[in-house]
């Protein structure tokens, strides 16, 4: 093949590559918003209750606090995991989501050995099939000596 057609299709490849860079790196960046919602504890420090990412959205650790987030509610890993799952629930519909969106969660708990019974009431909100991620860890301590606390990550649809 003679080298002016080589050369010809060489720069056509170039410039092809070259528009397709150009358009993908001058795309928009996504934008973070802090969100926030009532019905729910409010932050109780530095953080926000969510954040909205392009179609990301991440909802901070949620621990089971009364509205005014000054007590904690119930006494018994079911008591405070469907606290959490509720304000969580509150969080999603303000953003017109629901439990189904959620991608990935994250459990923090005070003693595995109640595992048994927060996953019981976590399958409640959370079914088969449709179930989000998850990793469960015990922790040493969490915020106002709960037992659980839950973090989600949801997708936009």
Do not use: W
Request: hydrophobic share 45%; with cysteine; net charge positive.
């Amino acid at each position: 093949m003679p080298n002016h057609i080589c050369a010809g299709r060489f720069t056509k490849v170039v410039a092809g590559c070259a528009a397709a860079l150009l358009m993908t790196a001058c795309a928009m960046p996504a934008k973070r918003t802090v969100l926030s919602t009532t019905g729910v504890p409010p932050a109780i420090g530095p953080y926000s209750q969510m954040v909205s990412h392009g179609n990301t959205l991440y909802l901070s650790g949620v621990i089971p606090l009364n509205e005014a987030g000054n007590a904690v509610v119930g006494t018994s890993i079911e008591d405070q995991t469907h606290a959490v799952l509720r304000y969580i629930g509150t969080m999603l519909q303000s953003q017109g989501l629901d439990y189904t969106d959620v991608l990935s969660s994250s459990v923090f708990m005070k003693d595995l050995n109640e595992f048994a019974a927060m996953n019981k009431v976590y399958g409640e909100y959370f079914k088969p099939g449709n179930a989000p991620v998850r990793a469960t860890v015990e922790v040493a301590r969490l915020p106002r000596d709960v037992k659980v606390e839950i973090a989600v990550i949801v997708g936009r649809r």
